[in-house]
Structures are given as structure tokens and as C-alpha cells.
């Protein structure tokens, strides 16, 4: 008998760290649901890690929370990530260059802008959309 895969899900969780790699799990496990196998599924699983940590440390507000919505659409997998941070001008700080190499940090926009095929951010930063 074949499983019936959800055409999406919304799930919100805790703002902590120890929730990211949950958050991820069920991401992947929804992605594998659709199908998607192989190094497309590694991809995801890395740039939803990335914006999973970054939705947690710049979104942390005491007791909040985020939020992770997934949907498939014909070949696409779709992932918003929604904080309740303050925010920031994605235009200044995602470059699509990358970090300079002596940089310890802020690589993980640019890992996301590699391996999935749009990373959109909106709401003054507080959502990001991977695609």
C-alpha cells in the first residue's frame, strides 16, 4: 500500500537551538517524501540548516518562536523559514559574492545561494524562502 504524501505542512517550534536539527529532520524526511533523493536532497538538508540557524540566532527573542513551511510545487520544493527578529536590509548584508576569505563568519547565505536555485528573503529579513 503507498503512503500519500501531504502536498505541504507548517509546523512552528521553539526558538532554540536545540530545535534546528529537529526542524531539519522533518524537512528532509518531508523532502524525501517527494521524492527528492541524491545530492538535491543533501543540498536541501544543508541550505535549510543554514537558514534554520540563522532564523534561530538573529531571530532570538526570549520565549519566541519560528516557524517552517514546506510545500511542493510540480518539480520545486518550497521552504519559508519565518523569525519574529528584529530584522535586517538583506540588499546590504547577502551578498551574492560570499564573505571575504579571512571572514570566521556569515558564510551561510552564500552556501544557501549555492546549492538551491533562489534564496528570497522578505519581511525585512525575517523570512526566508528556498527554493
Known amino acids: 500500500m503507498s503512503r500519500r504524501v501531504k502536498a505541504s505542512y507548517r509546523r512552528t517550534y521553539p526558538q532554540s537551538s536545540n530545535t534546528v536539527g529537529r526542524a531539519r529532520r522533518d524537512v528532509v524526511e518531508f523532502a524525501w517524501d517527494c521524492g527528492f533523493r541524491g545530492q538535491l536532497l543533501d543540498d536541501i538538508e544543508v541550505a535549510v540548516g543554514e537558514g534554520l540557524a540563522n532564523a534561530v540566532e538573529h531571530g ?15 518539480d520545486a520544493l518550497i521552504v519559508e523559514i519565518k523569525d519574529n527578529g528584529y530584522g535586517f536590509d538583506p ?15 556569515g558564510f551561510g547565505t552564500f552556501i544557501m ?19
Do not use: K, N, W
Not at 519560528?66 to 511542493?72: A, G, L, T, Y
Not at 545561494?113 to 527554493?131: K, P, Q, W
Open 91 to 105: 540588499g546590504r548584508v547577502c551578498s551574492h559574492a560570499g564573505p571575504p576569505p579571512e571572514a570566521l563568519r
Open 60 to 74: 532570538q527573542r526570549v520565549e519566541g518562536v519560528f516557524e517552517v513551511s514546506v510545500s511542493r510545487e510540480r
Open 113 to 131: 545561494r549555492e546549492v538551491m536555485d533562489d534564496v528570497h528573503y522578505s519581511e525585512f529579513g525575517t523570512r526566508l524562502r528556498l527554493i
